[in-house]
């Protein structure tokens, strides 16, 4: 396995969330994701995909400031940090790091896991 596969897929998420591509998020996130936010909730494909369809999130920036990959079989491992802006009923803009489990499923990839930080 090459990390330019993963390093596409990453670009699609970041793509598909700027744009709130419900369509390409569904295809990219695996139905039993589970996913923590930056405020330690756990979340649902439901519940990530809703925000995007609804409108309450749209998100405006996502400016990439540093990324490692893992590779291990048919799993990888991302740790992306980066600056991002936007409205989730009031503006927001800071910077997280986010840690994603892609698992190829099916000849597919697809986030299984997810967590969100918030860096002080």
């Given at each position: 396995m090459?990390?330019?596969?993963?390093?596409?897929?990453?670009?699609?998420?970041?793509?598909?969330?700027?744009?709130?591509?419900?369509?390409?998020?569904?295809?990219?996130?695996?139905?039993d994701?589970?996913?923590?936010n930056?405020?330690?909730?756990?979340?649902?494909?439901?519940?990530?995909?809703?925000?995007h369809?609804?409108g309450?999130?749209?998100?405006?920036?996502?400016?990439i400031?540093?990324?490692?990959?893992?590779?291990?079989d048919?799993?990888?491992?991302?740790?992306t940090?980066?600056n991002?802006t936007?409205?989730?009923g009031?503006?927001?803009?800071?910077?997280?790091?986010?840690?994603?489990v892609?698992?190829?499923?099916?000849?597919?990839w697809?986030?299984?896991?997810?967590?969100?930080?918030?860096?002080a």
């Amino acid at each position: 396995m090459d990390e330019t596969i993963i390093i596409a897929c990453e670009e699609r998420l970041r793509t598909a969330m700027l744009s709130s591509n419900v369509e390409v998020l569904e295809e990219l996130i695996a139905d039993d994701l589970i996913f923590v936010n930056h405020f330690g909730q756990i979340l649902s494909k439901e519940t990530d995909i809703e925000a995007h369809r609804s409108g309450n999130l749209k998100i405006t920036g996502i400016d990439i400031l540093d990324q490692r990959i893992r590779l291990f079989d048919m799993l990888a491992v991302t740790v992306t940090r980066v600056n991002l802006t936007g409205t989730f009923g009031t503006p927001f803009e800071g910077e997280f790091c986010y840690t994603r489990v892609w698992q190829c499923r099916i000849g597919k990839w697809q986030i299984v896991s997810g967590h969100c930080s918030s860096v002080a």
